[in-house]
């Protein structure tokens, strides 16, 4: 079921230090805050580059490359809170019927099974909702694969360090649910990438990682300042109309320069629209009910650090809760199932005894007939071993030219869906990878491919990009019903 998560830092007594950490491709920035007095103040701030992927690499050595440049300025601080990047997140928008609130999770579990491209148990899901003045209502659902988590923790924690929460760095720079964010579109320009936030009717109505917008030339980064306007005009575009007409005003974060570049063009495309740009450079006095120190640059890491030592609770909290053994045996057996259990284990043991000599005396007779016909069982299984040794020579199905046929038969000929490799293990075991034109076009794909007879479990994976070019895989299993699988 998806639940509405709340953060593990609202349990928790209120801090008086902890690390804030936001990573973003390869850049991982930190700063470390210390709360004295009703005031906050800066111990150490850090910019640096990973030569690991926590994905891809093994945790420990990435730990301890995270730990070797957290020793290097300094900082001491084991509790963090984390800001995830945003092109991990998996993002879909639904509209929420009239329903008893009792009903609307399991609501929003079913449309999440529909909408996202991969088994949803394999994500974190977390639920926005807004809604709009006529009263209805939207749901925005974010996914972060589990598998991401897991290993990104596993590497903060062989740095030594304590993840206290895991959430978004942008919903952290504009959070939503507050009256000053509603109706505000952020744009926080990140490493490779802009991320694209959309608040309205007291919650999140719109997330995208907007790839391709920044590039880099030697040691400079540009902005494709047009990429972005175009994208968030589509965007805005999107939006149910009613959430659409409350958007109005822009805040761009992000390093100085940029941010102002990319506030001056999306003042002159989006000048029509009436909405109001700025580049956010400072924080105001109250952002966080506290006070800040007078040199803090607006960062995902420092809001991130900030409003927890401030006691605002996390938004989106990211971080797999930890069950415990005992927790788990409490949740199995509850009062009522704890009395059936035990009840059913006495007359198990009532009749136990019983049984047992019953399936010995089985076990006697069936290893007396096992001697007798233990011979010809042995000679029918050198028989069959020959038949399966030599079988490949003889088999005149062409099975790898018949998965390629029924496969491209499947695939759409105007060559909007074009497959770059075609992966066959042992004749039954099929992968394929490939570029769509877009999303709607994939969907029919794959359903023209789970309707040939001989695919089975046929399964979509992630996809990358966006139209015209969204990277796919799938991989399905290859049956001949009474032919031979060999």
């Given at each position: 079921?998806?639940?509405?998560?709340?953060?593990?830092?609202?349990?928790?007594?209120?801090?008086?230090?902890?690390?804030?950490l936001t990573l973003d491709g390869s850049r991982l920035d930190g700063i470390a805050l210390?709360?004295t007095n009703g005031a906050l103040h800066i111990q150490q701030s850090f910019s640096v580059?990973?030569?690991?992927?926590?994905?891809?690499?093994?945790?420990?050595?990435?730990?301890?490359?995270?730990?070797?440049?957290?020793?290097?300025?300094?900082?001491?601080?084991?509790?963090?809170?984390?800001?995830?990047?945003?092109?991990?997140?998996?993002?879909?928008?639904?509209?929420?019927?009239?329903?008893?609130?009792?009903?609307?999770?399991?609501?929003?579990?079913?449309?999440?099974?529909?909408?996202?491209?991969?088994?949803?148990?394999?994500?974190?899901?977390?639920?926005?909702?807004?809604?709009?003045?006529?009263?209805?209502?939207?749901?925005?659902?974010?996914?972060?694969?589990?598998?991401?988590?897991?290993?990104?923790?596993?590497?903060?924690?062989?740095?030594?360090?304590?993840?206290?929460?895991?959430?978004?760095?942008?919903?952290?720079?504009?959070?939503?649910?507050?009256?000053?964010?509603?109706?505000?579109?952020?744009?926080?320009?990140?490493?490779?990438?802009?991320?694209?936030?959309?608040?309205?009717?007291?919650?999140?109505?719109?997330?995208?990682?907007?790839?391709?917008?920044?590039?880099?030339?030697?040691?400079?980064?540009?902005?494709?300042?047009?990429?972005?306007?175009?994208?968030?005009?589509?965007?805005?575009?999107?939006?149910?109309?009613?959430?659409?007409?409350?958007?109005?005003?822009?805040?761009?974060?992000?390093?100085?320069?940029?941010?102002?570049?990319?506030?001056?063009?999306?003042?002159?495309?989006?000048?029509?629209?009436?909405?109001?740009?700025?580049?956010?450079?400072?924080?105001?006095?109250?952002?966080?009910?506290?006070?800040?120190?007078?040199?803090?640059?607006?960062?995902?890491?420092?809001?991130?650090?900030?409003?927890?030592?401030?006691?605002?609770?996390?938004?989106?909290?990211?971080?797999?809760?930890?069950?415990?053994?005992?927790?788990?045996?409490?949740?199995?057996?509850?009062?009522?199932?704890?009395?059936?259990?035990?009840?059913?284990?006495?007359?198990?043991?009532?009749?136990?005894?019983?049984?047992?000599?019953?399936?010995?005396?089985?076990?006697?007779?069936?290893?007396?007939?096992?001697?007798?016909?233990?011979?010809?069982?042995?000679?029918?299984?050198?028989?069959?071993?020959?038949?399966?040794?030599?079988?490949?020579?003889?088999?005149?199905?062409?099975?790898?030219?018949?998965?390629?046929?029924?496969?491209?038969?499947?695939?759409?000929?105007?060559?909007?869906?074009?497959?770059?490799?075609?992966?066959?293990?042992?004749?039954?075991?099929?992968?394929?990878?490939?570029?769509?034109?877009?999303?709607?076009?994939?969907?029919?794909?794959?359903?023209?491919?789970?309707?040939?007879?001989?695919?089975?479990?046929?399964?979509?994976?992630?996809?990358?990009?966006?139209?015209?070019?969204?990277?796919?895989?799938?991989?399905?299993?290859?049956?001949?019903?009474?032919?031979?699988?060999?």
């Open positions: 079921m998806i639940k509405l998560p709340k953060s593990a830092l609202s349990k928790r007594p209120r801090l008086s230090s902890l690390l804030g210390r709360r580059s990973l030569s690991l992927d926590p994905l891809t690499n093994d945790s420990a050595l990435v730990g301890r490359e995270i730990r070797n440049h957290l020793d290097a300025v300094g900082v001491r601080e084991r509790q963090c809170i984390v800001g995830l990047p945003l092109k991990w997140a998996l993002t879909t928008h639904i509209e929420v019927p009239e329903l008893p609130e009792a009903d609307i999770a399991g609501f929003l579990q079913i449309e999440a099974e529909r909408n996202f491209p991969c088994d949803v148990q394999t994500l974190h899901v977390v639920t926005s909702r807004s809604q709009t003045a006529s009263g209805k209502q939207h749901a925005t659902l974010i996914g972060i694969p589990k598998n991401h988590l897991v290993l990104l923790e596993q590497a903060l924690r062989a740095a030594k360090l304590k993840p206290l929460g895991f959430s978004l760095g942008i919903a952290a720079l504009q959070p939503p649910g507050t009256e000053a964010s509603n109706g505000v579109m952020a744009l926080a320009i990140g490493e490779s990438h802009v991320a694209l936030q959309i608040t309205a009717g007291g919650g999140v109505a719109a997330l995208r990682a907007l790839e391709g917008a920044l590039e880099a030339e030697g040691s400079q980064r540009v902005l494709h300042t047009d990429l972005v306007a175009r994208e968030a005009r589509i965007t805005l575009g999107q939006l149910p109309a009613e959430l659409r007409e409350t958007v109005r005003r822009i805040r761009v974060f992000g390093p100085r320069d940029l941010a102002q570049q990319l506030a001056d063009e999306m003042e002159l495309r989006l000048d029509a629209a009436g909405l109001k740009v700025e580049a956010v450079t400072r924080y105001a006095a109250n952002e966080f009910g506290i006070q800040l120190p007078p040199d803090a640059s607006v960062s995902a890491a420092f809001s991130l650090a900030a409003g927890c030592l401030a006691g605002r609770r996390v938004l989106f909290e990211f971080l797999l809760p930890k069950v415990t053994p005992w927790q788990q045996l409490a949740t199995r057996y509850s009062s009522g199932r704890l009395r059936t259990v035990i009840s059913a284990a006495a007359a198990v043991a009532l009749v136990g005894g019983g049984l047992f000599f019953f399936q010995q005396c089985q076990l006697w007779r069936l290893e007396a007939q096992w001697t007798k016909i233990q011979p010809t069982v042995q000679q029918l299984q050198g028989v069959q071993d020959q038949i399966r040794l030599y079988r490949p020579w003889y088999d005149d199905s062409v099975r790898g030219l018949t998965i390629l046929k029924r496969l491209t038969d499947a695939f759409p000929e105007d060559g909007s869906v074009t497959a770059k490799t075609v992966e066959i293990r042992d004749l039954n075991a099929v992968t394929c990878t490939g570029i769509a034109r877009d999303r709607q076009v994939l969907l029919k794909t794959i359903e023209n491919v789970r309707k040939v007879q001989q695919f089975h479990e046929v399964a979509l994976g992630p996809t990358r990009g966006q139209p015209p070019a969204v990277q796919f895989t799938f991989n399905f299993q290859w049956n001949e019903g009474g032919k031979s699988a060999n």
